[in-house]
């Protein structure tokens, strides 16, 4: 607990903190007339405030199904899903939710389609756009405001996206994938854009990603999971400093160690397939 004390220290919230989402011993089962698949079985994470953890593990082992878990979006089958200190017994609006393709309305400019959050949810509308100006700002899409979704590259479609989930300043984020359709270099900018935003915006995030490198260079603490049923095999917490410049990071020896035992993790998980 050491690291997430000092952690605790940097960004502001009480080291002590409840967990802000808190999933336990949950077993998620899809279950139709032909078949049944257990996505989920005895999983338990608590995640404290100002955390950034990510999720890897093998496709199909139920990453996606933790995430809309907690978004209130699938019900646990088995066990208890909290988010705020509360039961999750439905969906959830408080959270903000990043996925893999951007989902931007093609006839919106980049503003418009950032403020639809503050439309779908009946914002002051001042307030959301002083908002929306300010992320748009902390993603580097200033001068791209009237600029259409075909307009823009990959990269910037996503910051998009991004803005659009944190218009309304949840305390959680949820993503899934959201860098995964990316190239590289791009997905590395991101990154680093993205370690910056949760630290300048103090969110609670749970990303998923099947990139190692992502996983450990985004994460506080790495889940790593098993196939299929998913079960959390390990959680890693490599202990690297909350500010993250992607080079040095990536040579720094707890990065490596870290990256190590993922792929270890999961290349052995991958054997029996
Ligand atoms: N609504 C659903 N109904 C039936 N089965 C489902 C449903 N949602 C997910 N599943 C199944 O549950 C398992 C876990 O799916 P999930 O999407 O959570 O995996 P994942 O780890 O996110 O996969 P990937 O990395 O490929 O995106 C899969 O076998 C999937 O087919």
Redesign the pocket.
């Known amino acids: 607990m050491t690291a997430t004390a000092e952690q605790g220290a940097a960004t502001g919230p009480a080291p002590a903190a409840e967990p802000i989402i808190e999933v336990s011993h949950v077993t998620c089962r ?1 279950t ?1 007339r032909r078949s049944e ?1 257990v ?1 989920l079985e005895d999983v338990s994470l608590a995640v404290r405030p100002g955390e950034f953890v990510t999720v890897a ?1 093998p ?8 995430l809309k878990l907690v978004a209130g979006l ?1 019900p646990a089958t088995e066990g208890d899903v909290r988010l705020y200190g509360r039961p999750v017994t439905g969906p959830q609006r408080e959270i903000g939710f990043a996925f893999q393709r951007s989902a931007l309305l093609e006839w919106r400019g980049v503003r418009r389609n950032i403020l639809l959050q503050a439309e779908m949810r009946g914002m002051d509308r001042r307030r959301a756009e002083e908002r929306a100006d300010r992320l748009i700002e902390l993603t580097g899409l200033t001068g791209f405001e009237k600029a259409l979704p075909h307009e823009l590259s990959g990269g910037m479609q996503q910051r998009v996206a991004l803005c659009r989930a944190l218009l309304h300043e949840p305390r959680v984020l949820l993503m899934d ?1 959201p860098f995964g359709a990316l190239d590289a270099l791009t997905r590395e900018q991101m990154n680093t854009e993205m370690n910056r935003i949760w630290r300048e915006t103090g969110t609670t995030v749970v990303l ?1 990603t ?1 990139s190692v490198p992502e996983a450990v260079y985004l994460g506080s603490r790495i889940v790593v999971m098993s196939p ?1 049923p ?1 079960r959390i095999v390990e959680i890693l917490e490599p202990g690297l400093p909350e500010h993250r410049e992607y080079g040095p990071t990536l040579a720094d020896p707890r990065f490596a160690a870290a990256a190590a035992r993922l792929r270890d993790l999961l290349g052995a998980s991958h054997a029996p397939e």
Request: with cysteine; proline share 0%; hydrophobic share 25%.
């Open positions: 899809f139709s698949t996505a593990g496709s199909g082992c139920g990453k996606s199904t933790l699938v994938e998923v099947h299929r998913g």
